[in-house]
């Protein structure tokens, strides 16, 4: 009877670790394997050479900027409403309210705003209605900023909203007892303790915004190349895979310094606690 | 002065809200836009919803994308009880943590580099792109998360169970059956669900495995979406948006209803 168990056991164990291998440790290894082949397919590493050339090294801080933008205005408007929305009544169904957009394809949702921040388009006409004049708005740096916190606002709140929600409501009481303000309590108490909050967010946020694609190209015109447009680029358009796959690896160098740095921030915190 | 900060605060709220909501709205408002533009409500009509459903090449990627959501929803729910089952029962707790964490690289992971290295893996695999590179693609990065929603089910049942089973003569696959895969029903739910919501929904991994003769609606809404707007496409988010509500309180209705027998 313990032998089939230990069958069983093994059966699970087999079967997890050839699927973890096939599709999670080998994609990742031709992935760098290929980073060393030039167009031609030889052997080199002229690709790492080409990274580090002005034209890459521009567009990965670029990428970055655009990235910690995007997070920083999704945090900026989403913790307040995290907050707020602690405080509602229903507060379940107002959280469904919020998330629920997240649900609807977000090339679907980056489509209306060709519409909304079209030339002719709403925003246009409000515009022109008071006096200022029909403006570019679409293919413009200000879209596609916009375009992206709007999309990411929910996954920033659900964090927050979550971390806000474990926060013992005594704790803010006491530090009102204690004389101080409401800024105070909010900067010394309220903040600090849904950090953990904050920083899952910022990961939710920061990592997709460095790699996203189809928003730069619907929404900013291919104005903005981040990394993840011109992996897209390298390996959709221009087929040079090599190159593709070169920036794929610092894309995920940037992804697990990303996750370190917003790790290491906890421990330090817990450190001083 | 309290009430003054009330309302501010309900004004934000809806604010965002507004925000939120409005895009979605101008999608489904337009859809009925006699005019053919996103500007400009002309006149109300049905012709775009009417020519959506004679598009025989549309209705096609629609089954196409249900076939490979519930397909690779499948496939990776079973793929992913078998995952939490090897986490669950493996001895080591050094085998235990390096499987979870390879199982959470392709949570992590964005979706440009799981579609680029799937195109590389499915090319040297020589599996032509397509149907099953994409079903593959999307059951690959499913599976993570079915295992990921199943686990504390496991872990949350109580060992002695297992045991009190085994006593009374339960085989391997007894124990299985009737009681893990039983106690472990609302976590394989939400993995199912789960998957068949990423499927529905991804763009970017697909769009690196489709190859050519292949799309999903996803693809084929940004394919159009580049050549301008079309109000086919609005009639056809606003189809999805529907069928998306359905499936959240559907969802929902089930989870409650889940949640219901566990506490009775």
Do not use: C
């Not at chain 2, 409005?22 to 006149?43: C, D, H, K, Q, R």
């Not at chain 2, 109580?158 to 029903?185: N, Q």
């Amino acid at each position: 009877m313990n032998r089939t168990s230990q069958t069983a056991k093994t059966v699970y164990l087999t079967t997890y670790w050839v699927w973890i291998a096939l599709f999670v440790i080998a994609p990742l290894f031709l992935v760098l394997y290929y980073s060393f082949f030039d167009i031609e397919g030889n052997l080199s590493l002229e690709n790492y050479r080409n990274f580090f050339t002005s034209t890459y090294l521009t567009m990965t801080l670029s990428s970055f900027w655009y990235a910690f933008l995007i997070t920083f205005f999704s945090l900026l408007i989403g913790y307040p409403t995290a907050y707020l929305l602690t405080k509602t009544k229903h507060k379940q169904l107002w959280l469904l309210l919020i998330i629920l957009p997240s649900w609807i394809n977000l090339l679907l949702k980056a489509y209306a705003f060709l519409g909304i921040f079209g030339t002719y388009g709403i925003t246009n006409q409000f515009l022109e209605a008071i006096g200022i004049g029909t403006q570019q708005i679409l293919f413009t740096d200000f879209s596609f900023v916009f375009v992206s916190v709007y999309i990411f606002i929910p996954f920033m709140i659900l964090p927050v909203y979550n971390a806000i929600e474990k926060l013992p409501p005594s704790l803010v009481d006491a530090s009102r007892d204690l004389g101080a303000s409401n800024w105070t309590t909010f900067r010394r108490v309220i903040f600090p303790l849904t950090l953990d909050g904050v920083k899952s967010g910022i990961q939710i946020v920061f990592i997709p915004a460095l790699s996203l694609f189809m928003i730069t190209r619907l929404i900013a015109g291919n104005r903005v190349i981040t990394l993840g447009t011109a992996i897209e680029q390298q390996f959709l358009v221009t087929q040079n895979w090599g190159m593709g796959s070169t920036i794929a690896v610092f894309l995920i160098l940037a992804m697990v310094l990303v996750m370190v740095i917003t790790r290491d921030w906890g421990a330090k915190g817990a450190v001083r606690r | 002065m309290k009430r003054k900060k009330i309302k501010l605060a309900n004004l934000y709220l809806m604010a965002v809200f507004f925000i939120l909501y409005a895009p979605i709205l101008y999608l489904v408002v337009y859809s009925f836009n006699s005019g053919g533009t996103m500007s400009g409500f002309e006149g109300f009509t049905l012709e775009w919803y009417a020519s959506l459903f004679t598009d025989t090449r549309l209705l096609v990627i629609v089954l196409n994308t249900i076939v490979i959501a519930l397909l690779s929803a499948t496939i990776s729910t079973i793929l992913g009880v078998i995952g939490a089952l090897a986490i669950y029962t493996a001895k080591q707790k050094y085998t235990k943590t390096s499987l979870l964490s390879l199982n959470n690289v392709l949570i992590v992971s964005p979706d440009v580099i799981i579609g680029a290295s799937f195109l590389i893996l499915f090319t040297m695999l020589g599996i032509q792109l397509g149907f099953y590179s994409v079903l593959l693609a999307h059951i690959a990065f499913s599976v993570p998360i079915v295992v990921i929603l199943v686990l504390p089910k496991l872990q949350e049942m109580s060992p002695t169970l297992i045991d009190a089973s085994r006593d009374l003569g339960a085989s391997t696959w007894d124990v299985l059956t009737k009681v893990i895969l039983p106690y472990i029903t609302p976590g394989i739910f939400a993995g199912f669900f789960t998957a068949l919501t990423y499927s529905l929904d991804d763009f970017a991994v697909t769009f690196f495995v489709t190859g050519n003769g292949f799309a999903t609606l996803a693809v084929e809404v940004y394919s159009r979406a580049r050549q301008g707007i079309s109000l086919e496409i609005n009639a056809l988010s606003t189809l999805l948006f529907l069928f998306t509500l359905l499936l959240v309180i559907g969802y929902y209705v089930l989870a409650r209803r889940g949640a219901k027998e566990v506490r009775r």
